[in-house]
């Protein structure tokens, strides 16, 4: 079945560092590949996502670019703020499947 | 545009009390609803999805249950609930258009259910 591996947490950064968030996964066929943001006590939310392979996707300065040859979709961004902090998943759905699969979950801590 | 409310948004309750959690969406029609849970430590765990009115689909057992009586409404209920029930619920919703992968989902503001 599909899976979504992301590292483990929490990652903790200082204000300003560089941001990755690895995540790679398995799947059967050709998904969409997503990351969501949840910040303390809220819902999940769409943070930014890629339907095929070598698209990027971005928002809010984060960038991740789906890579089929390595199955993965890691998460960047250059300058992170103490906003940021919150926990960040990876995601991914197959076509024709009503039910995503979603990594456990990387808990991101950016201090002043 | 489209929004989904959740209510409450937290709850106390003794064990072996009966639950009732409610979601609604608005502004979008026949949306695939989903309930999950997500228990101290992040992970998110499918409860339950539906991609009809009526139609309820369980990926873990226990004791709980959910219901779809209208279009946009979905609800999560217990008859006695236990210690190992308290968490985060969230609500969620899609639109799959047929063979599409693009299956986005949209969360609610979620519940956090304590029991004693």
């Known amino acids: 079945g599909d899976s979504v591996t992301q590292m483990e947490g929490p990652v903790t950064l200082s204000e300003e560092a560089f941001l990755t968030i690895n995540c790679t996964y398995t799947?059967?066929?050709?998904?969409?590949l997503f990351w969501y943001v949840q910040y303390p006590g809220e819902g999940l939310q769409l943070l930014l996502k890629a339907t095929k392979a070598d698209d990027k996707g971005s928002n809010k300065g984060f960038e991740a670019t789906y890579r089929k040859e390595t199955t993965s979709f890691h998460l960047e961004k250059g300058s992170v703020q103490v906003s940021d902090s919150a926990v960040y998943f990876c995601a991914l759905s197959e076509g024709g499947s009503y039910i995503p699969t979603f990594g456990r979950g990387t808990s991101l801590i950016v201090h002043p | 545009s489209q929004t989904i409310h959740q209510w409450p948004a937290t709850l106390v309750q003794p064990v072996g009390s009966p639950l009732s959690l409610e979601c609604t969406v608005e502004g979008t029609s026949n949306p695939n609803l989903y309930w999950y849970r997500q228990a101290a430590g992040r992970g998110l765990q499918l409860l339950f999805y539906?991609?009809?009115?009526?139609?309820i689909s369980s990926e873990v057992p226990q004791n709980l249950s959910a219901s779809r009586p209208q279009d946009r409404q979905f609800i999560l209920s217990s008859k006695k609930l236990l210690l190992s029930d308290s968490g985060f619920y969230l609500c969620a919703w899609s639109v799959l258009a047929g063979g599409s992968s693009y299956n986005e989902q949209f969360f609610g503001p979620g519940t956090r259910l304590t029991v004693l």
């Open positions: 799947a059967t066929g050709y998904p969409s």
């Open positions: 539906s991609v009809g009115i009526g139609q």
